[in-house]
């Protein structure tokens, strides 16, 4: 499939933000080889490592993943052992979910992975535009979260 570079989603940056996202994931997979992990369950087990005990509203608010799709991703990591969740001891309605030993293994498994799919994008830049890249995403994410938009 050819992109014509005049097509009105071609300026969008939303339209770009999301199909620059897909590229990530499939790059992600293509460098997984087969692995089951998804770059979404990468980024929970990379919060987790950070955040032992982390509950699922602050994983939501640290990955940008909607509650649902988290659920879910954690569902199926506890089911694969990656993850253990228990009632939180401050909030019994929520969750505190921590790394397995086997979580920290499939981390540290991914890592490399992870690595080359951020050179393999980034290589599709030139040098001088990639700190740049980097720098612009970083601020739209931390304003967005922050709810700072000015």
């Not at 991703?73 to 228990?86: D, S, T």
């Not at 890249?133 to 979260?145: F, G, M, N, Q, R």
Request: overall charge positive; hydrophobic content about 40%; cysteine-free.
């Amino acid at each position: 499939m050819s992109v014509i570079l005049d097509e009105p989603l071609m300026s969008s940056l939303l339209h770009l933000l999301h199909r620059a996202g897909q590229a990530a994931d499939e790059y992600f997979a293509e460098e997984m080889k087969g692995s089951e992990l998804t770059a979404r369950q990468h980024a929970v087990l990379a919060i987790l490592s950070n955040e032992e005990g982390a509950s699922q509203t602050q994983i939501v608010g640290l990955t940008g993943i909607d509650r649902s799709t988290l659920a879910d991703i954690v569902r199926r990591l506890v089911e694969r052992g990656l993850v253990a969740r228990r009632r939180s001891k401050q909030d019994a309605r929520a969750y505190a979910v921590r790394l397995t030993a086997a979580g920290h293994t499939a981390l540290r498994a991914s890592l490399p992975a992870s690595a080359k799919a951020d050179d393999r994008l980034l290589q599709l830049l030139p040098p001088s535009k990639r700190r740049e890249l980097l720098d612009a995403l970083s601020i739209i994410v931390k304003k967005s979260s922050t709810g700072t938009d000015h």
